[in-house]
């Protein structure tokens, strides 16, 4: 079976397959190294992106960019827009405007919505602590000794009584029991956390 001859053209007596790397660096000469329509579409509909990525920023690290005015406009019809036409072609004039900014302003919008995405997930770890450290002193009484020889300037007696309280709360009833149902969290419960939660973001502070 005979094989089926590769597509391609001679250059100057040699044959170069389309898609090789010297067919790519040939076509590259041909149109002085621009980038082809594809990759233009790919990177507006990146700056698109980019730029409705904008509206979620926190305000203080929206202020600190400086965006021109003329983007920063546009983003806020964006925002006002609801229309899916409507918005999709403001979401094309936000690309485009993006396009105008240099590189280092473009590098300061990615650094500033990740340095929001690293500040989320930091802040779901120090609630995911705080809850661990509620439930693990309500549940065991060595978990009192524990916590406050990290954080010794808790008020313990108030947190002591709280713990009481939260236990005499979560305690099930007989008519609790029967129907299957889950401990109550009362206000004891909800202190506790609430105490746990601004003992731990103070000393993150100082």
Excluded at 5 to 22: M, W
Excluded at 59 to 78: F, I
Excluded at 144 to 160: A, E, M
């Amino acid at each position: 079976m005979s094989r089926k001859p590769k597509k391609g053209y001679f250059v100057k007596g040699h044959f170069v397959a389309e898609g090789s790397e010297l067919d790519l660096e040939l076509r590259a000469e041909q149109t002085g190294g621009e980038p082809s329509k594809t990759e233009l579409k790919k990177e507006s509909t990146e700056l698109q992106k980019l730029g409705e990525a904008l509206l979620a920023l926190r305000a203080d690290l929206y202020e600190r960019l400086e965006l021109p005015e003329g983007l920063a406009t546009a983003l806020e019809n964006l925002r006002r827009i609801t229309n899916f036409e409507g918005r999709r072609r403001q979401m094309q004039y936000v690309g485009k405007l993006m396009r105008a900014l240099d590189p280092e302003a473009l590098q300061s919008i990615r650094d500033a919505l990740e340095e929001q995405r690293s500040g989320s997930a930091q802040q779901a770890l120090a609630l995911h602590a705080a809850e661990k450290w509620r439930d693990d002193l309500i549940a065991r009484d060595e978990a009192l000794d524990n916590w406050l020889q990290v954080h010794p300037g808790t008020d313990v007696q108030q947190l002591r009584a709280l713990i009481r309280q939260a236990r005499k709360d979560a305690a099930p009833t007989q008519d609790d029991v029967s129907k299957g149902q889950a401990p109550r969290r009362g206000r004891a419960y909800r202190e506790i956390f609430q105490i746990v939660r601004d003992q731990m973001e103070q000393e993150d502070h100082e």
